[in-house]
Antibody, heavy 119, light 107 residues
Framework: EGHLVESGGGLVRPGRSLRLSCAAS????????MHWVRQAPGKGLEWVSG????????DYADSVKGRFNISRDNSKNFLYLQMNNLTTEDTAFYYC????????????WGQGTLVTVSS | SYELTQPLSVSVALGQTARITCGGN??????VHWYQQKSGQVPVLVIY???NRPSGIPERFSGSNSGNTATLTISRAQVEDEADYYC??????????FGGGTKLTVL
């Protein structure tokens, strides 16, 4: 089924940027769409963004549209999330998740990386 | 934007049947997925496309979807089923939508 490992989280000041990475292994990465889902501490799940297998399609939640950019490098089996103009509302655990195909069910989740936006 | 409504909490006696609902406008026309998240752990898919169980998920987990309500049913509930459960769909703009989550307590 595979393995996903996120990295790049940390403490950042409001208005600054951060880039998250997700290393995929154990499956054919470019057969699957990939997504980022976040969860503020003690809160529910929120879908953030998704990207198709060939990067031809990318979608964003309204809360991050225009500030976040999702990308992938199929040659390296990596998924990325560039986050700009961060606000305290972006504080959350960020999970990368493997789609079973193209905007289907999320069959594999990473352990998450914590992003804390605070002055 | 599309919204999914779940009860905040559901309690069930050990060995009995728990039902967790997920309400949405004409949700019966969408594919609903359900995720289980135990305390301190990452979400795990337990039902996909309304009623399908991934391999490794016990048969006591089942799902249905019709009209304005999708339902996750857990038969013969066990202590290890205590968790938060989230329903999820894709809206008409291909954005993911999660319900607010339901905390299941097994008494």
């Amino acid at each position: 089924e595979g393995h996903l490992v996120e990295s790049g989280g940390g403490l950042v000041r409001p208005g600054r940027s951060l880039r998250l990475s997700c290393a995929a292994s154990g499956f054919t990465f470019d057969d699957h769409a990939m997504h980022w889902v976040r969860q503020a501490p003690g809160k529910g799940l929120e879908w953030v963004s998704g990207i198709s297998w060939n990067s031809g399609r990318a979608d964003y939640a309204d809360s991050v549209k225009g500030r976040f950019n999702i990308s992938r490098d199929n040659s390296k089996n990596f998924l990325y999330l560039q986050m700009n103009n961060l606000t305290t509302e972006d504080t959350a655990f960020y999970y990368c998740a493997k789609d079973s195909g193209l905007w289907q069910q999320l069959v594999l989740w990473g352990q998450g990386t914590l992003v804390t936006v605070s002055s | 934007s599309y919204e999914l409504t779940q009860p905040l909490s559901v309690s069930v006696a050990l060995g009995q049947t728990a039902r967790i609902t997920c309400g949405g406008n004409n949700i019966g026309s969408k594919s609903v997925h359900w995720y289980q998240q135990k305390s301190g752990q990452v979400p795990v898919l337990v039902i996909y496309r309304d009623f399908n169980r991934p391999s490794g998920i016990p048969e006591r987990f089942s799902g249905s979807n019709s009209g304005n309500t999708a339902t996750l049913t857990i038969s013969r509930a066990q202590v290890e089923d205590e968790a938060d459960y989230y329903c999820q769909v894709w809206d008409s703009s291909a954005r993911g939508v999660f319900g607010g989550g339901t905390k299941l307590t097994v008494l």
